[in-house]
């Protein structure tokens, strides 16, 4: 790992590692939104009301509220998917109801409607929405160069692709020596 003289200039160096390995293309807006998202992350808890409360309350919300609920909804997502996915092996909600939820938030976010002034993000949240996966595997790579690996780590990558189909998880996995195409099926 690398030293940086902020956290955000330590992550703008992982998030640009990152977007190039997976081959995610991403305008410089983009790419500095992921940089304050994992920024911000870093030096504050998350909250932990459901995420799923969280979207109920946005749609019966005012615009400005609306919006920042809908804003909140798609970062933990993305954060929580893109970080945190090996820890949902055992709980009753996987790393797909994060994509699902994270993807409409933002999706909802790039859309224009009666009492939503232009968003100057709104083609970022268009960019996130219709990549969401991608931009989880791009969040889960820099989570791993800041992670140290071990052997049962081989394991929870395999089972992260037999349930995503993740391109970095099938990458990271030929990297390791094993081959997930040859041996199983991949999920469509």
């Not at 459901?50 to 979207?55: E, G, I, M, V």
């Not at 970080?83 to 409409?104: M, T």
Request: glycine share 8%; charged share 25%; with cysteine.
């Amino acid at each position: 790992m690398e030293q940086a003289a902020t956290l955000e200039g330590f992550f703008q160096n992982a998030v640009d590692r990152a977007l190039r390995e997976q081959g995610v293309p991403a305008d410089t807006l983009t790419e500095h939104y992921l940089v304050r998202l994992l920024a911000s992350y870093a030096s504050q808890p998350i909250d932990d009301t459901p995420l799923a409360l969280k979207l109920l309350e946005a749609l019966d919300a005012r615009p400005v509220a609306r919006r920042e609920r809908l804003r909140e909804v798609g970062d933990t997502s993305l954060f929580v998917s893109g970080f945190w996915s090996d820890s949902f092996a055992r709980k009753i909600v996987d790393v797909e109801y994060y994509i699902g939820l994270g993807g409409s938030a933002y999706g909802e976010l790039a859309r224009t409607g009666p009492g939503w002034r232009r968003d100057p993000f709104g083609d970022v949240y268009g960019t996130l929405a219709e990549n969401f996966a991608r931009f989880v595997d791009v969040l889960a790579r820099v989570s791993q160069e800041m992670m140290p690996s071990a052997p049962q780590d081989v394991v929870k990558l395999y089972e992260r692709w037999l349930k995503t189909g993740s391109a970095w998880a099938a990458r990271r996995l030929a990297s390791l020596g094993v081959c997930p195409q040859s041996g199983g099926t991949r999920p469509q």
